[in-house]
């Protein structure tokens, strides 16, 4: 796996071959071939041991007032982010790779975990007047914000020369957008009932 994310740093996955991918493991075809039946499986292993879209990386609160919802939408950006900075060849490759089928279903069967998931926290923060009841489903914000963050994040690693403070400023506008999104409760203000 190691030999692909080494190729992966200088061409695209359809671009590289069993042959690359075995050549650069210092091994046979036929032997890579004996843990592996395609590259794009390979590249599904590399994928996982990311632990992109992994509920367990997004430890939610508990919230009892809107200040810390936000606060839980920044953690999402910001597990986002940090994902991506510790992925960004295998994540960026793999957004890239959409049109290999097997690739597509490893990334939608990892997606759909983590937007029930999000569902779920939406559902409860509504449940108790936090988030505001839209007539968009809890799954089809929680889909939305995952692409959106996704696709902005993939556009913010694809430069070689982003910066931290760049990277910051980009999760602080996207936890904003989120929140607004997903129908922020306006701060109560003192001597309201």
Known sequence: MNSLTGLLSNAPLRSISIGDIAKGAGISRPSLYFYFDSKAQIFCALLARTRYHCPDDFPLLAADHASQVAAEVRSI????????????????????AAEDLDVQRQWQQRLTGLVDFLADWIDRRRSAGLLATTEETPAELAESLIWLFEKSCYRLFSSHSTTSVEQDRRAAVLAGVGMRILGEMPARVVGDR
């Open 77 to 96: 950006v910001d597990q986002t982010v940090r994902s991506w900075q510790e992925n960004t060849v295998i994540l960026r490759r793999g957004f890239e």
